[in-house]
Structures are given as C-alpha cells and as structure tokens.
C-alpha cells in the first residue's frame, strides 16, 4: 500500500502500516516536503528507561540534529 502524500498532514509522525520501517513522516519546511521513514520495526522501543535513552541520545547526537529532512532528527524528537 502507497503512502498517499497529500493526505498526510505535516510533521506529525505516525506508525507505517508495511514496508521495513517503523514510523513515517511527510517533513515539510520552507514550502519542500518530503515523505521519511525511520526507524527499524523489529526493535522495541525502552525509551522509559533512563540509561538506554542517554545512550541513545548520545550515540546518535542529538544535540545537533537540526535538519527536518533527516530520520535522525525525527527519530531524537521521539526520544
């Protein structure tokens, strides 16, 4: 099943129904949009533990992750 762009509303991330990954987003900035898909759908997701959140914050830095068009960026907001 296609992913229907222009129904989507913007920046507002949702759960892929198929397809390999786990979320997906239609990112929109400066009149571009552009359809993500981030993160692996056969991993759980423990962000309420707090050690495995600084982890991961750490290893994908997500102190500078400022591009809206990048699955980092959407996958740090998550966390």
Do not use: L
Not at 5 to 24: D, E, H, L, T, Y
Request: aromatic share 8%.
């Amino acid at each position: 099943m296609a992913i229907d762009k222009a129904k989507m509303k913007c920046n507002s991330p949702k759960r892929q129904i198929s397809g390999g990954k786990k979320f997906v987003v239609k990112a929109c900035k400066g009149g571009k949009e552009k359809i993500i898909r981030y993160g692996d759908a056969n991993m759980t997701i423990k962000k309420n533990i707090p050690a495995r959140r600084k982890s991961f914050r750490a290893r994908h830095k997500c102190e500078t992750a400022k591009d809206v068009f990048s699955a980092r960026y959407w996958s740090c907001k998550k966390w």
